[in-house]
């Protein structure tokens, strides 16, 4: 028997990474997952090899994507009873040079996107019975980091958003949390996976060499951690009687500084 049998769930960002991540094991454990990406080919081609999966072009800062992705998931599977917000962009820029485009185009992908996500979804969650939103937020989302400063307020937005949404939704059945992850080994922390130009070991090396120091178990997290974190949070049986929080998943970077 899977952890999620029976259910719905859509993920958004889920042609790469932890998204792709999330899909892969979503879908192992019995779930059907709506694959919702900008990423057209990418996020095809991972629904058709996955099985159980239905693709559709979600870009999570419209609003009317999002009407049109719940219909296509209803159409697919009849109704929805999970969300995993996981879509997001990151820029690196010190906060005083940084255009307001480019703050603005953050909080609408990352910030509003959550929103749209959680407006549009809730009510289908609740007309299946209840279930799951998991909203992911970033280890920047707890705490300062220089050079991140318009993608640490969207990620702290999103914290602040999942306890305020847990209260609403908690007489609606829905529980609502979020992952909160440090340095995790994907393209938006490793570019080089998406240059077909770099040297992939050259900068994997690189990173691995970064976070055996900054990192107290001293390695980047990898994306199926933190699919398998997500995969706790949805599953009713496993976190019943959790809501409203942010979970951080960073190998205990949060936890402190260490003079040794
Ligand atoms: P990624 O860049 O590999 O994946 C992000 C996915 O989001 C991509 O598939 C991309 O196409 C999609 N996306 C971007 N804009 C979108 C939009 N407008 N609509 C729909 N989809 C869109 O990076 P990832 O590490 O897998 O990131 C997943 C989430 O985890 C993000 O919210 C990110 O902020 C968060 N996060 C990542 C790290 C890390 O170190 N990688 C750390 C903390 C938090």
Same mark, same amino acid.
């Given at each position: 028997m899977g952890k999620l049998d029976g259910r719905v769930v859509v993920i958004t960002g889920a042609a790469r990474g932890q998204g792709e991540q999330e899909a892969r094991l979503f879908v192992k454990e019995g779930a059907r997952v709506v694959v919702a990406d900008v990423l057209d080919d990418q996020g095809e081609a991972l629904a058709k090899e996955i099985g159980n999966a239905t693709y559709v072009h979600l870009d999570v800062s419209r609003e009317e994507d999002w009407r049109a992705a719940v219909e296509v998931a209803k159409n697919a599977y009849g109704k929805i009873d999970g969300l995993v917000n996981n879509a997001g962009i990151l820029r690196f820029n010190e906060l005083t040079a940084t255009p307001l485009d480019e703050f603005q185009q953050i909080v609408q992908v990352n910030q509003v996107g959550v929103f749209l996500g959680i407006? =549009?979804?809730?009510? !289908?969650? !609740?007309?299946?019975? /209840?279930?799951?939103? &998991?909203?992911?937020?970033? %280890?920047? /989302?707890?705490? /300062?980091?220089? %050079? +991140?400063?318009? %993608?640490?307020? =969207?990620?702290?937005?999103? +914290? $602040?958003?999942?306890? =305020?949404?847990?209260?609403?939704?908690? *007489?609606?059945?829905?529980? +609502?949390?979020? &992952?909160?992850? $440090?340095?995790? @080994?994907?393209?938006?922390?490793?570019?080089?996976?998406? @240059?077909?130009?770099?040297? =992939? !070991?050259?900068?994997? !090396?690189?990173?691995? #060499?970064?976070?055996?120091?900054? +990192? *107290?178990? #001293?390695? &980047? /997290?990898?994306?199926?951690?933190v699919a398998r974190l997500a995969l706790f949070l949805t599953c009713e049986e496993d976190s019943s009687y959790i809501t409203g929080q942010p979970f951080v998943i960073d190998g205990g970077w949060l936890a402190g500084v260490s003079i040794l």
């Open positions: 407006k =549009t979804v809730a009510p !289908e969650i !609740e007309a299946a019975g /209840g279930g799951s939103i &998991v909203n992911t937020a970033s %280890y920047a /989302g707890v705490t /300062g980091m220089a %050079y +991140v400063g318009a %993608y640490g307020a =969207t990620k702290h937005a999103i +914290v $602040g958003l999942t306890r =305020t949404a847990a209260l609403e939704l908690a *007489p609606k059945k829905i529980r +609502v949390n979020a &992952v909160c992850p $440090g340095a995790i @080994d994907t393209a938006m922390s490793n570019p080089a996976q998406l @240059d077909p130009n770099a040297n =992939t !070991e050259e900068a994997a !090396e690189a990173l691995a #060499g970064l976070y055996s120091k900054l +990192v *107290p178990i #001293g390695r &980047v /997290g990898q994306p199926e951690e």
